[in-house]
């Protein structure tokens, strides 16, 4: 069975398999001792923080294992604001960040402090000009992600990084989704990272932080990992997150082209075999392994039931998937289509064929889904006289008020409007992303009387 989701868990690499059984015999004792077992454990330790920090690209002392990537961003967060609170209590942020980021944020907006989310294009990624010009007076920690986790879109690290530097803003990079692919661009100052990524074990991040940044851990704290992961190491897991790293690291340039090309191959092929689709993300400047792309009239969560009946296991980050009945926020910053969204992020060794039958079988899913859903067929609908229609699909999730309106959009005479009723927040990504894959026109939103928003589309063609 294919599986297809290696951006939010990668298979155990065989390496790191290997290490951690092997560590599980001669790592198991407590590297603070002094006597033998423990000793040998604390060169492990030693050994596995040195081949982290060589991929990291910073010193063994400035690196410390936590309990998880997740865990890594909020301390590095935390203790950067704390380090550096007399400058002021103002975080900038990528609207994009992973939630991880995003949660550490909302921590520091309760405690008092101000978050400032820098807005993407439509590709996903900041403008250098536009972070830059957010890095004034009272920042204590501006954070940007090497990679996008949903669309793969790399971002501008090097360019905010200077910017970073010239205003005298600490900048931590989440490094979670690129690690294994290759070093992070100098500049950062702090970097955060989970093992389970890059085809480590599940239960290990790594926090690195520059020497001369000013850090405060937050919470309780004891003499392991520097103060700054307080509790037992998990040792035979960093071992094995240490060994992978290095080991997909080495495959890196080889397995990344050659899955590059695969993805290439997705991203041309789905809109030739799929219509109304809309790829998304930047087509260059991008993760190897990662393609993402939403389908109009589709339901996310039964397009990804149908798809792994197929055998085929992929993600979504559309609102159809989520209990919150939101747009993944991601999708909300770029202003992309949410429906129907699905992610595919080969693991290392996916073959052609795997890739194949996934675009053989992908048009019939979709299709199918499409039936399901009452999706109209092009130029179903018979245009007659009237100008002006209200279609009021609040209480329905999507894509059903999209498929509300396009099959009545033909009903109104061209220059006429057709007023949409919802209260799902999906629409106000989904009608105008329709509307440009159309060539309707988006006159814009109010909210509705009686609930909800009410979204006008004015008929063009």
Known sequence: MPYFDAASAAPLHPVARQALLAALDEGWADPARLYREGRRARLLLDAAREAAAEAVGCRPDELVFTPS?????????SGALAGRRRVGGRLVVSAVEHSSVL???EAHAAAGGTVTEVPVGRNGAVDPAAFAAELGEGVALACLQSANHEVGTEQPVTEVAEACRAAGVPLLVDAAQSLGWGPVPE??????????????????????????VRF???GPSDERESGRAPG??????????????????????????????LVDRIRAR???????????????????????FSCLYVDGETLLSELD????????????????LTPSHVLRAMGVLSEGNVRVSLPGGTSEEDVDRFLAVLPGVVATVRERLGVPSSGAAVPDDGGELVVDARGKRCPIPVIELAKVIGSVRVGGTVTVLSDDEAARLDIPAWCEMRGQRYEGVSPAPAGGHAYVVRRVS
């Not at 997909?248 to 082209?257: L, Q, T, W, Y």
């Not at 030739?272 to 991008?286: A, S, T, Y």
């Not at 197929?310 to 980050?317: A, L, Q, R, Y």
Request: glycine share 12%.
């Open 69 to 77: 990537g997740t865990r890594a961003v909020h301390s590095g967060v």
């Open 103 to 105: 949660h550490a944020g």
């Open 187 to 212: 500049g950062w100052s702090l970097l955060a990272a989970s093992a389970h990524k890059w085809g480590g074990p599940a239960g290990v991040g790594l926090l690195a932080v520059r020497k001369g």
């Open 216 to 218: 405060a851990p937050q």
């Open 232 to 261: 037992f190491e998990n040792l035979p897991a960093i071992v094995a997150a240490a060994a992978s790293l290095r080991a997909v690291r080495a495959e890196a340039a080889a397995e990344g082209a050659r899955l590059r090309a």
């Open 270 to 292: 789905v809109p030739e075999l799929v219509p109304d689709v809309e790829v998304v993300g930047d087509p260059v400047r991008r993760l190897p392994h990662l393609v993402t």
């Open 309 to 324: 009946r197929e055998g085929f296991s992929v993600s979504s980050g559309s609102s159809c998937t989520s209990s919150t």
